[in-house]
């Protein structure tokens, strides 16, 4: 169990166009969930929890005009990175936390990444 | 702790040795922590977790050490194999209010030689 999928995988756009990644918890519901980043050869970088119903929100230096989440439901959150230029190029993670009361509600399980790259 | 991000340091071993990687967290206020392992171009896998009330716990060929006093966290490998190599991030949870957040530590690159 706790699977996360998340789509696409990999996108390479022009500057200044609009991506949408999807992040879904396949085998369990989330109400939390949350993007990161990632330079390469660097630690993942947390940009926004988001909560089921709710507005994000975003760690200090995150534009949040700029990368857009919406989480409409309890296994579906999307990060649209808006006007991408190169520098937003990177690798992109979500990440889904279980809802119950257990130990290992707390676990945050992640998706396998998407790999943007804006030209 | 916070992730300067420059380069990972990398723990080279033998095949069949045990491995130990360390790392020093941050916040006193921390209530839990995970290790992950990040294979190349994949997102973090869940290794083992263990609570602030807990100092030991053991998986599978793992076990994580915590030392509140001098906040460190070590992850022990039992009999390293090739597919071991990767790089492995401890993450502490920090008690914000209604929402908990993960910070990342640096990541320490295992290399398991043949």
């Known amino acids: 169990g706790a699977v996360v999928s998340q789509h696409p995988s990999w996108v390479i756009c022009k500057s200044g166009t609009s991506v949408k990644i999807e992040c879904r918890s396949l085998d369990f519901q989330a109400t939390t969930m949350f993007w990161y980043r990632q330079f390469p050869k660097q630690s993942l970088m947390l940009m926004a929890t988001?909560?089921?119903?709710?507005?994000?929100?975003?760690e200090q230096g995150v534009e949040k005009d700029k990368f857009l989440i919406n989480h409409a439901s309890l296994t579906l959150s999307t990060l649209t990175v808006t006007s991408a230029h190169p520098e937003d190029s990177s690798f992109y993670i979500c990440?889904?936390?279980?809802?119950?009361?257990?130990?290992?509600?707390?676990?945050?399980?992640f998706g396998p990444g998407t790999r943007l790259t804006v030209l | 702790g916070e992730s300067v991000g420059l380069h990972l340091p990398t723990l080279s071993v033998q095949e069949g040795d045990n491995s130990i990687i360390n790392c020093a967290y941050s916040?006193?206020?921390?209530?839990?922590f995970i290790w992950y392992k990040q294979e190349s171009g994949k997102g973090p896998q869940f290794i083992i977790d263990?609570?602030?009330?807990?100092d030991k716990r053991q998986g599978q060929r793992v076990t994580v050490l915590l030392n509140k006093t001098v906040k460190h966290l070590s992850l022990q490998i039992a009999a390293t194999q090739p597919g071991d190599s990767a790089v492995y991030f401890c993450?502490?949870?920090?008690?914000?209010?209604?929402?908990?957040?993960?910070?990342f530590g640096k990541g320490i690159t295992l290399s398991v030689r043949p």
């Open positions: 988001s909560n089921e119903g709710s507005k994000a929100t975003y």
């Open positions: 916040n006193s206020a921390s209530d839990y």
């Open positions: 990440s889904a936390r279980r809802t119950s009361g257990s130990f290992s509600s707390d676990t945050q399980y």
């Open positions: 993450a502490e949870n920090i008690p914000t209010g209604a929402n908990s957040k993960l910070t």
């Open positions: 263990i609570r602030s009330n807990m």
